[in-house]
């Protein structure tokens, strides 16, 4: 669903890594954090959160204007879009909301967008440029400043 940069491990925390290499070290006992049921109550959580018709009106424009834009080749799909959508519900569960704020749209945009974009041109390939437009995206299409509770 999301593209994350973790980046690289610090130098001594690689060579850690090298220095335990063995098959036990790569099969450690994992013990569960949730069962089943927990999970099903969780996802049930996530998908009772309510979104504004305003919000997904912004989600509509962002992603009409990804398959619009110039400088892109294939925009963001209604899969991408109904990915992004549950990505912000998601954010507002994990804030202890059951609506969606503008902040859960635009803090979920990148990591759910940018990678479903395919630059055309000189720009294909690069992640850094997709984001970058994505980016210009988000400054061009003005954020909605409703109420968003109840």
Not at 36 to 60: F, P
Not at 62 to 90: D, F, M, N, Y
Not at 110 to 138: F, K, N, T, Y
Request: proline fraction near 7%; aromatic fraction near 4%; hydrophobic fraction near 45%.
């Amino acid at each position: 669903m999301i593209r994350i940069h973790p980046g690289y491990p610090s130098p001594q925390e690689e060579q850690r890594m090298l220095k335990n290499l063995s098959v036990q070290a790569a099969a450690p006992q994992l013990s569960p954090v949730l069962d089943g049921k927990q999970l099903l109550a969780l996802r049930d959580e996530v998908d009772a959160v309510r979104i504004h018709d305003v919000l997904l009106d912004y989600a509509l424009q962002v992603v009409g204007r990804t398959r619009a834009h110039e400088r892109i080749q294939l925009g963001v799909s209604p899969r991408g879009a109904l990915a992004w959508i549950r990505c912000a519900k998601a954010m507002a569960a994990i804030q202890g909301r059951d609506y969606v704020l503008p902040d859960d749209l635009k803090a979920c945009a990148q990591p759910v967008l940018a990678h479903r974009l395919i630059l055309g041109g000189l720009s294909l390939g690069s992640d850094r440029q997709a984001e970058a437009v994505l980016a210009q995206i988000l400054e061009e299409i003005p954020v909605p400043v409703e109420k968003f509770q109840g």
